[in-house]
């Protein structure tokens, strides 16, 4: 069965520096990765998808993340970080088995501060 | 386009209750998956369907079922309602059922608490 981590229950970060926030995968075969954005009281929100291609994926509100396929890992990254990009992040594998079944972490609490 | 819409949004029953949810899925699409989210087990897989049919289960007790219309509108029942099922529950469509290049769009939740 497939399976993701977020190795990191929050991550801290000053407005204006770059972020980074962690996931690995496992799964057999092709991973299909997402990253979803969820603010206080809200549901999930897209921001990007790796399917095949590129490793380096582009998203919504200037996010993007790297897939590795040696490491397993799809991290997402801004150049420089928002107050506003304060919210709770999830990595998400789609399930391989033909279903559309979305396998999610545990998220991670992004705090960015002034 | 409207986005993925859930009605209602706050939901309080008690013990022993039923409970029925309601899922309108972005214009044109056809498959609408359901996740449950609680704090202590994260977002899980409840059921998706596509064309009135049952695609895919996860691991829930009977309690949960779900169904579809023809229109694609999606609703989620859960009957003799425990504490336990007290969460955000989440609506998602996709345009199709088959390709993995399809994105899976959420809706704002329904947020049940069982007294």
């Known amino acids: 069965a497939q399976s993701v981590a977020q190795p990191e229950d929050q991550v801290n970060v000053a407005e204006g520096n770059p972020l980074t926030v962690k996931c690995t995968y496992s799964v057999s075969g092709n991973p299909y990765l997402f990253w979803y954005v969820q603010y206080p009281n809200r549901g999930l929100q897209f921001l990007l998808k790796?399917?095949?291609?590129?490793?380096l994926v582009k998203g919504s509100y200037g996010f993007e993340a790297e897939f590795n396929k040696s490491q397993t890992s799809f991290h997402l990254k801004k150049p420089s970080a928002l107050v506003s990009d304060s919210a709770l992040y999830f990595c998400a594998v789609r399930d391989t088995g033909g279903g559309n079944k979305l396998t999610f972490g545990t998220g991670t609490q992004l705090k960015v501060e002034l | 386009k409207a986005g993925v819409t859930q009605t209602p949004r706050y939901l309080i029953k008690t013990r022993g209750q039923q409970v029925t949810l309601s899922c309108s899925p972005i214009s044109g699409h056809r498959s609408v998956s359901w996740y449950q989210q609680t704090p202590g087990q994260g977002l899980q897989f409840l059921f998706e369907?596509?064309?009135?049919?049952?695609?895919n289960k996860g691991n829930f007790p009977g309690r949960f079922s779900g169904r579809q219309f023809s229109n694609s509108r999606s609703e989620m029942n859960v009957s003799t309602l425990e504490l336990g099922d007290s969460a955000l529950y989440l609506c998602?469509?996709?345009?199709?059922?088959?390709?993995?290049?399809?994105?899976?769009?959420f809706g704002p939740g329904t947020r049940l608490t069982v007294l």
């Open positions: 790796y399917i095949t291609g590129d490793n």
């Open positions: 369907y596509f064309s009135e049919t049952q695609r």
């Open positions: 998602a469509s996709r345009q199709t059922s088959a390709s993995a290049r399809d994105t899976q769009y």
